[in-house]
Protein backbone atom coordinates (compact mmCIF):
# COMPACT_ATOMS: atom_id res chain seq x y z
CA UNK A 1 0.00 0.00 0.00
CA UNK A 2 1.23 3.97 -0.44
CA UNK A 3 3.22 5.22 2.22
CA UNK A 4 1.72 7.70 4.68
CA UNK A 5 4.24 9.93 3.72
CA UNK A 6 3.47 9.58 0.25
CA UNK A 7 -0.49 9.73 0.47
CA UNK A 8 -0.03 12.74 3.43
CA UNK A 9 2.25 14.44 0.08
CA UNK A 10 -0.70 13.54 -2.27
CA UNK A 11 -3.59 14.51 -0.16
CA UNK A 12 -1.91 18.13 0.24
CA UNK A 13 -1.06 18.52 -3.79
CA UNK A 14 -4.92 16.93 -3.78
CA UNK A 15 -6.61 20.26 -1.30
CA UNK A 16 -4.16 22.93 -3.49
CA UNK A 17 -5.30 21.61 -6.50
CA UNK A 18 -9.15 21.47 -5.19
CA UNK A 19 -8.44 25.07 -4.57
CA UNK A 20 -7.51 26.73 -7.50
CA UNK A 21 -9.72 27.97 -10.06
CA UNK A 22 -10.80 25.66 -12.76
CA UNK A 23 -14.38 24.68 -14.12
CA UNK A 24 -15.80 22.03 -11.45
CA UNK A 25 -14.81 24.22 -8.45
CA UNK A 26 -16.60 27.38 -10.07
CA UNK A 27 -19.42 25.23 -11.34
CA UNK A 28 -20.06 24.49 -7.60
CA UNK A 29 -19.41 28.11 -6.37
CA UNK A 30 -22.19 29.19 -9.14
CA UNK A 31 -24.74 26.63 -8.02
CA UNK A 32 -23.97 27.18 -4.68
CA UNK A 33 -24.77 30.74 -4.74
CA UNK A 34 -27.75 30.46 -6.70
CA UNK A 35 -29.90 27.62 -5.04
CA UNK A 36 -28.59 27.42 -1.80
CA UNK A 37 -26.27 25.13 0.60
CA UNK A 38 -28.00 21.99 -0.13
CA UNK A 39 -28.05 22.23 -3.91
CA UNK A 40 -24.34 23.18 -3.62
CA UNK A 41 -23.36 20.08 -1.62
CA UNK A 42 -25.26 17.79 -3.75
CA UNK A 43 -23.50 19.18 -6.73
CA UNK A 44 -20.18 18.71 -4.99
CA UNK A 45 -21.34 14.61 -4.11
CA UNK A 46 -22.11 14.44 -7.59
CA UNK A 47 -18.60 15.94 -8.51
CA UNK A 48 -16.37 13.49 -6.06
CA UNK A 49 -19.13 10.51 -7.31
CA UNK A 50 -18.15 11.21 -11.32
CA UNK A 51 -14.25 11.12 -9.83
CA UNK A 52 -14.98 7.44 -8.68
CA UNK A 53 -15.48 6.80 -12.24
CA UNK A 54 -12.66 8.63 -13.65
CA UNK A 55 -10.48 6.56 -10.61
CA UNK A 56 -11.72 3.13 -12.00
CA UNK A 57 -10.92 4.13 -15.29
CA UNK A 58 -7.36 4.72 -14.69
CA UNK A 59 -7.10 1.73 -12.30
CA UNK A 60 -8.52 -0.45 -14.83
CA UNK A 61 -6.50 0.89 -18.14
CA UNK A 62 -9.68 2.54 -20.08
CA UNK A 63 -8.50 5.83 -19.44
CA UNK A 64 -5.28 5.39 -21.25
CA UNK A 65 -7.49 3.44 -24.45
CA UNK A 66 -9.48 6.89 -24.09
CA UNK A 67 -6.63 9.03 -24.23
CA UNK A 68 -5.96 7.59 -27.34
CA UNK A 69 -8.66 7.91 -29.37
CA UNK A 70 -9.17 11.43 -30.65
CA UNK A 71 -13.16 10.72 -31.99
CA UNK A 72 -14.06 9.99 -28.02
CA UNK A 73 -12.51 12.56 -27.01
CA UNK A 74 -14.16 15.32 -29.15
CA UNK A 75 -17.44 13.32 -28.97
CA UNK A 76 -17.37 13.59 -24.81
CA UNK A 77 -16.25 17.49 -24.84
CA UNK A 78 -19.37 18.44 -27.31
CA UNK A 79 -21.71 16.29 -25.07
CA UNK A 80 -20.42 18.39 -21.80
CA UNK A 81 -20.58 21.39 -23.78
CA UNK A 82 -23.99 21.17 -24.78
CA UNK A 83 -25.04 19.80 -21.30
CA UNK A 84 -23.58 23.22 -19.92
CA UNK A 85 -24.79 25.48 -22.90
CA UNK A 86 -28.54 23.85 -21.56
CA UNK A 87 -27.92 24.73 -17.88
CA UNK A 88 -26.72 28.61 -19.43
CA UNK A 89 -29.96 28.70 -21.45
CA UNK A 90 -32.46 27.98 -18.31
CA UNK A 91 -30.26 30.38 -16.24
CA UNK A 92 -30.55 33.07 -18.93
CA UNK A 93 -33.96 32.37 -19.52
CA UNK A 94 -35.40 32.45 -15.80
CA UNK A 95 -38.12 35.09 -15.26
CA UNK A 96 -36.60 38.37 -14.44
CA UNK A 97 -36.10 38.07 -10.45
CA UNK A 98 -37.07 34.83 -9.95
CA UNK A 99 -35.46 33.35 -7.17
CA UNK A 100 -33.38 29.66 -8.24
CA UNK A 101 -33.33 28.78 -5.04
CA UNK A 102 -37.59 28.17 -4.88
CA UNK A 103 -40.46 27.35 -6.59
CA UNK A 104 -40.71 25.68 -9.93
CA UNK A 105 -37.11 26.52 -11.24
CA UNK A 106 -35.25 24.96 -8.96
CA UNK A 107 -34.47 21.30 -9.66
CA UNK A 108 -34.97 18.43 -6.75
CA UNK A 109 -31.74 17.23 -4.94
CA UNK A 110 -31.63 13.93 -7.02
CA UNK A 111 -31.31 16.13 -10.26
CA UNK A 112 -28.71 18.10 -8.58
CA UNK A 113 -26.53 15.48 -7.68
CA UNK A 114 -26.88 14.07 -11.40
CA UNK A 115 -25.94 17.87 -12.35
CA UNK A 116 -22.46 17.42 -10.54
CA UNK A 117 -22.16 13.94 -11.89
CA UNK A 118 -23.08 14.61 -15.38
CA UNK A 119 -20.36 17.82 -15.22
CA UNK A 120 -18.06 15.54 -14.18
CA UNK A 121 -18.28 12.37 -16.06
CA UNK A 122 -18.56 14.93 -19.81
CA UNK A 123 -15.14 16.58 -19.04
CA UNK A 124 -12.66 14.59 -21.01
CA UNK A 125 -9.88 16.80 -19.32
CA UNK A 126 -10.62 15.14 -15.64
CA UNK A 127 -9.73 11.80 -17.41
CA UNK A 128 -6.43 12.86 -18.98
CA UNK A 129 -5.50 14.58 -15.31
CA UNK A 130 -6.10 11.42 -13.73
CA UNK A 131 -3.90 9.62 -16.27
CA UNK A 132 -1.26 11.91 -16.02
CA UNK A 133 -1.42 12.70 -12.23
CA UNK A 134 -2.01 9.55 -10.17
CA UNK A 135 0.57 7.35 -11.26
CA UNK A 136 2.75 9.68 -10.45
CA UNK A 137 2.48 8.57 -6.58
CA UNK A 138 2.33 5.13 -7.65
CA UNK A 139 5.67 3.46 -5.50
CA UNK A 140 7.30 0.52 -7.24
CA UNK A 141 7.59 -2.15 -4.86
CA UNK A 142 4.27 -0.66 -2.30
CA UNK A 143 1.47 -3.45 -4.15
CA UNK A 144 -0.80 -3.88 -7.08
CA UNK A 145 -0.45 -0.36 -8.77
CA UNK A 146 -4.51 -0.71 -9.67
CA UNK A 147 -5.29 -0.71 -5.84
CA UNK A 148 -2.74 1.95 -5.35
CA UNK A 149 -4.33 4.08 -8.09
CA UNK A 150 -7.60 3.11 -6.43
CA UNK A 151 -6.49 4.48 -2.89
CA UNK A 152 -4.87 7.47 -4.39
CA UNK A 153 -8.34 8.34 -6.16
CA UNK A 154 -9.99 8.18 -2.43
CA UNK A 155 -7.67 10.06 -0.89
CA UNK A 156 -8.25 12.93 -3.62
CA UNK A 157 -12.45 12.45 -3.80
CA UNK A 158 -11.79 13.20 -0.21
CA UNK A 159 -9.45 16.69 -0.53
CA UNK A 160 -11.95 17.64 -3.37
CA UNK A 161 -15.03 16.88 -1.10
CA UNK A 162 -13.53 19.14 1.64
CA UNK A 163 -12.39 22.19 -0.79
CA UNK A 164 -15.19 21.87 -2.54
CA UNK A 165 -17.43 21.65 0.24
CA UNK A 166 -16.02 24.76 1.81
CA UNK A 167 -16.35 26.79 -1.35
CA UNK A 168 -20.74 25.73 -1.46
CA UNK A 169 -20.66 26.77 2.15
CA UNK A 170 -19.27 30.06 1.50
CA UNK A 171 -21.08 30.70 -1.92
CA UNK A 172 -24.05 29.41 -0.17
CA UNK A 173 -23.68 32.17 2.61
CA UNK A 174 -23.05 34.79 0.23
CA UNK A 175 -25.81 33.73 -2.33
CA UNK A 176 -29.06 33.67 0.38
CA UNK A 177 -28.00 37.41 1.13
CA UNK A 178 -28.56 38.23 -2.73
CA UNK A 179 -31.69 36.32 -3.34
CA UNK A 180 -33.16 38.58 -0.90
CA UNK A 181 -32.64 41.45 -3.62
CA UNK A 182 -35.13 40.66 -6.81
CA UNK A 183 -32.46 42.92 -8.59
CA UNK A 184 -29.09 40.55 -7.41
CA UNK A 185 -31.53 37.51 -7.77
CA UNK A 186 -31.88 38.42 -11.98
CA UNK A 187 -28.24 39.68 -11.56
CA UNK A 188 -27.34 36.16 -10.37
CA UNK A 189 -29.30 34.42 -12.83
CA UNK A 190 -27.90 36.27 -15.85
CA UNK A 191 -24.00 35.82 -14.27
CA UNK A 192 -24.27 32.59 -13.75
CA UNK A 193 -25.33 31.68 -17.91
CA UNK A 194 -22.65 33.82 -19.06
CA UNK A 195 -20.46 31.34 -16.46
CA UNK A 196 -22.08 28.12 -17.74
CA UNK A 197 -21.50 29.61 -21.34
CA UNK A 198 -17.96 30.38 -20.74
CA UNK A 199 -17.24 26.76 -19.43
CA UNK A 200 -19.40 25.46 -22.42
CA UNK A 201 -17.05 26.94 -24.80
CA UNK A 202 -13.62 26.10 -22.88
CA UNK A 203 -14.84 22.80 -22.78
CA UNK A 204 -15.48 22.97 -27.40
CA UNK A 205 -11.71 24.66 -27.55
CA UNK A 206 -10.06 21.53 -25.20
CA UNK A 207 -7.13 19.93 -26.35
CA UNK A 208 -5.96 16.72 -25.54
Known sequence: MTSIETTLAFFAVSVLLGAAPGPDNLFVLMQSA??????GMLVVLGLCTGLLGHTAAVAVGLAAVF???P???TVLKFVGAAYLAWLAWQALSAPDGADPAVGAA???G???YVRGIVMNLTNPKVILFFLAFLPQFVETGAGPVALQVMWLGFVFIVATLLTFGAIALF???IGQRLRSSATARRVLNKSAGLVFLGLAARLVLAER
Open 34 to 39: MRGRRA
Open 67 to 69: AAS
Open 71 to 73: TAF
Open 106 to 108: APD
Open 110 to 112: WRM
Open 171 to 173: AAS
